[in-house]
Every structure is written in C-alpha cells, then in structure tokens.
C-alpha cells in the first residue's frame, strides 16, 4: 500500500500537536509496512520567499495553482492508492482534494479542528464560544471580526476558500473524527455519516516514567487554552508543597511571568524543544488541560497518559475523554471551566494516586500506537476495496 500524507506544517514559532501527529502516523506506518511519500508544506517557507511570491500567497488558501502542479506531478510519478489530508492551510490549499480526484486517486482527511466551518478553526472569538459563521456560506462575521490572523484581507480570502471548497469536502472519501463528537461535528456541517470513521491520535510509547511532583501545564499562551483560568485555580487551591510548571509562550506570557515572579510555587519554563518537554513531564505528576474553547483532542494530555500521567482537565472539547472522565477507572478529573471546579480538581488529583495508576492502562487500550494504527490501516484496507 502505498499512502501520500499531505500537511501544511505550522509555524515552528508556535508549536502544534497537529505537527506532532503528523510525524507520528508518518513514522508508524512506514514501520508498518506501508510506503508513506510525504507532500508536506511548512508555513515557515514563507518568511524566506521572494515579495512577488509572498504576494501570490494571497490566494493560495482558495487554490494554489503551483501547489496542484507539483502534486499532480507527484501523483503521475508515484501512483499512490490514497492520498491523506491533514491541514492544507495556507500553501497546498483544499484543491488537493480534486487533485488527487482528478488523477484517480481517493482521499482521507483527519480533521484536526473546525476549519471547514470556521476561518480561525476555533470556535472562540473574543474570550467567548462564537458560532457566528456555523453554516453560512459565506462566512462574513469572520471577515468583519478579522478571525484569520487578525486581518479583515486575510479573513476575506479565507471567507472565498470556506465558500468555494464546501462541495470540495464533500467530495473527500473518508473524514477520519478523533472524538465521536467531531464525528457529530461533521455531520452538522453536511458530509454523510457513511464517509466517517473515528479513531483517536496516538503518541509514541516511551514506557513508564517515574513520578515526579506537582502540575505541568504545555501550551501556548493563549486565551482559549485557559492559561489565566489555571493561574486563578492555582492561587485557589489547597497544595501545600506543589509546583505548577508552566511551559509555552505567546501573548499571555507577562501574566504567567508575573505569577511566577510572585510565588515561588509557580515555574515559568519558556518554549521548549521536544527533549526539554520530556523532561517537563518527567518531573511532574499530572498534567492540567485548562482550555476555554472545544479543544479537539490535546496531543500533551495522551502525552500525559502515556507518560503514566494524571490529567486535570475542564469540560471542554476532548479533554475529558482523554481523563476517562465517566468511565470505571478514570485517569484523571473533568471539571467545569471556573477557578473553584479547576481548583478542587487540582486538589482531587493530588490526593489520590489511583488516577495515575489508571493512565498508562487508559493509554495502552485507546490511545497506544498498536490500537490506533491497526482502526487507521483497516480505514484504508476499507475505502480501497469499495466499502
């Protein structure tokens, strides 16, 4: 079999778990057996490009004509049997879709975020929940707000490829969910339950690690991840002796600097590279997933879980699936997106073991490579032989 994984990276400059992902079913499926040809893109290309070319990346959210020339090169050159999307923003661009249709070639896609239905991805504008554009075919409270990257241009073009793609999603052969309500998600936006599957992410096993003590929050520093709302459980909770290390950066890094500043039970670790991120995790005990938006299925609570990590998370997105919140032995705590429930989730955590006792084995039956890869091969075994 033989698998062409298309991405647009993002940015180095902000972390991604999607990124992450990525380069995890990449490496999991060559070991596998499956020939992987990467079509990958990096957002990070484009600071390099000449200005005439930067300015030919106005367009290229809606088609990216260069883009579906070298692709459609690949695909002549290389015959794959499936091509598999995950983030075509900006560079390759939702064309790749009919691409890859036009050369024979039938496409998954794993969804990542709310993209096809909402320019930032988020579901979150301002602080709040925004479902403004749900449904609309031209997405103009997005452009009007400047949801994509802050621009009213940018948003415009971004409201064009929303608008000239919806039939182009619809035309995708497989919508891979991580959670079955992303599953739900796809429904609500149109595409027939018959071309979904779900299958959560994995992460790599790195065997148990020893506990260490205390919170890890790894993020970036921004509203929807609810950085500020952990600081105000924090300042809450009961935890005599414990640290909270706070990894990450972006525009809310004076708060947490200033936090860290005034208590001596709050670290401020800055952005990490992968191998000082491990050793984040090995340091503490549990992992807190505060965010204030539908966070889909955040790649540092599997980590957590792998690691043999607790998880404190709010009821948001897929962070409580990930805890086992509900289930007979859970993982970690869900709690409602305030200080006081975060704090005396913290506190829950804290004094009992058996959360992270129960994360490895939550780890291992749902989110390690064996389980995920095996429900990933069977999706494509079973969109190859027609079903």
Known sequence: MKIVIAHNRYSSAQPSGENVIVDYEIGALADAGVEVVRFLRSSDEIGALPLHEKAALVAS??????????????????????????????????????????????????????????????YFRDGHDCRDCHGRRWNGPGVAHACYRGSRAQSAVMAVALGAHQGTWRSVDRFVALTDAMAEYLEGIGIEP?????????????????????????ARLVPEK???????????????????????????????????????????????????????????????????????LP???IEALASGRAVVATRMGGAPFIAGDGTAAPAGVAVDPEPAALARGLEAVAKDPSFAANARARYESVFAPAVTLKRLIAIYEELLAGG
Not at 265 to 276: F, H, K, N, T
Request: net charge negative; with cysteine; aromatic share 4%.
């Open 194 to 218: 018959g071309r979904i599957r779900v299958k959560p992410n994995a992460v790599a096993d790195p065997g148990p690690v020893p506990l260490g003590e205390g919170f890890l929050f790894g």
């Open 299 to 301: 790649t540092t609570g």
């Open 226 to 296: 609810g950085v500020d709302l952990l600081l105000e459980a924090w300042r809450l909770a009961d935890l005599p002796g414990a640290t909270l290390r706070v990894a990450g950066d972006g525009p809310l890094r004076p708060l947490v600097e200033t936090a860290a500043a005034e208590r001596d039970d709050i670290v401020y670790l800055g952005q990490l590279d992968p191998a000082e991120r491990d050793a984040a995790l090995a340091a503490s005990a549990a992992v807190v997933i505060p965010s204030v938006w539908q966070d889909i």
């Open 61 to 122: 959210p809606v088609h990216a004509a260069g883009t579906q020339r070298e692709l459609a090169a690949l695909l002549e050159r290389e015959r794959p049997d499936l091509l598999h999307l995950h983030n075509p923003y900006p560079l390759l661009s939702p064309s790749v879709v009919r691409t890859a249709h036009r050369h024979g070639v039938k496409v998954v896609q794993t969804i990542h975020n709310y993209r096809h239905d909402c320019m930032n991805g988020l």
